[in-house]
């Protein structure tokens, strides 16, 4: 595959332009700031872009930063926030990257280009780790593996979400579909070598980037822990128009181009 360092790099320099900022936590005892000297590299980042997240971004961080796993990072990458979601990630990450526009692709592009970690975990700001999570992914994700992500929840125990996340875990798992529960796994170096997200995707990004990465090596499926993921699309849309628009989108990336599809927003 053709190295695209320079790709990625290209796709989001308006976003790297607006503000950096390094932040210090007193919740967790700071391994590796960028650049201070003699700072450890982590082994995991974990980059989490975030679109009005107020309602959500602090027990997701929380969640992180209670990991029995301690060799990690939190990269947080705002895009588009018109709430105060910034300023409660700053008290609890490593790092919060401003992006003035929406852009979820970007956004973890940016997060995926400034982390400092061997190890990408893309983890979606509605989205809880268990305690354990990054102890087993330290374990489970190894150098054959390429892409995977984790067994998945409902944060409501409807017998229609279970269901659904029984046959999502199922396809998972067996590899009948290659896909993300909220979280996605990497190695930075494989990342960068396909030039990240697809920034003009704004729906089945996460397939795209999976295909792409597999060129380096398997689809893994952890399911010793899981992630628990908010239903609010669902509560907001309704479950059975949502399972209708996942196969409506299944059967257009089939034989269309969907980077003139997007998701609505919902908070």
């Given at each position: 595959m053709e190295n695209?360092?320079?790709?990625?790099?290209?796709?989001?320099?308006?976003?790297?332009?607006v503000l950096e900022r390094p932040v210090t936590r007193a919740t967790r005892p700071v391994k590796s700031t960028g650049g201070r000297k003699g700072a450890k590299t982590p082994l995991i980042s974990v980059?989490?872009?975030?679109?009005n997240e107020q309602h959500y971004i602090r027990q997701t961080l929380?969640?992180?930063?209670?990991?029995?796993?301690?060799?990690?990072?939190?990269?947080?990458?705002?895009?588009?926030?018109t709430d105060r979601t910034a300023d409660i990630a700053r008290e609890l990450c490593d790092q919060v990257i401003v992006m003035p526009e929406r852009g979820l692709s970007r956004a973890r592009n940016l997060g995926g280009q400034a982390a400092r970690g061997k190890v990408l975990i893309f983890l979606?700001?509605?989205t809880l780790l268990e305690a354990h999570a990054l102890e087993v992914i330290g374990q489970r994700f190894t150098p054959e593996c390429a892409a995977g992500t984790l067994k998945g929840c409902p944060d409501i125990t409807r017998p229609s979400y279970l269901l659904m996340y029984a046959v999502k875990n199922f396809q998972h798992r067996s590899g009948l579909h290659e896909g993300s529960s909220g979280i996605i796994l990497c190695w930075k170096e494989h990342f960068i070598a396909t030039g990240?997200?697809?920034?003009?995707?704004?729906?089945?990004?996460?397939?795209?980037?999976?295909?792409?990465?597999?060129?380096?090596?398997?689809y893994t499926f952890i399911s010793e822990t899981?992630?628990?993921?908010?239903?609010?699309?669902?509560?907001?849309?309704?479950?059975?128009?949502?399972?209708?628009?996942?196969?409506?989108?299944?059967?257009?990336?089939l034989i269309s181009d969907l980077r003139h599809q997007k998701y609505e927003a919902i908070r």
């Open positions: 695209k360092e320079g790709t990625l790099a290209n796709q989001s320099t308006a976003a790297a332009l980059i989490i872009p975030a679109h929380q969640a992180v930063n209670r990991q029995t796993f301690r060799d990690f990072e939190i990269v947080v990458v705002t895009n588009g926030c979606d700001a509605d990240g997200f697809d920034e003009a995707l704004h729906v089945t990004e996460n397939s795209d980037l999976i295909r792409k990465l597999r060129f380096f090596g398997r899981a992630v628990t993921t908010s239903m609010r699309r669902y509560e907001n849309g309704g479950w059975l128009k949502m399972i209708r628009l996942w196969i409506k989108l299944w059967g257009q990336s």
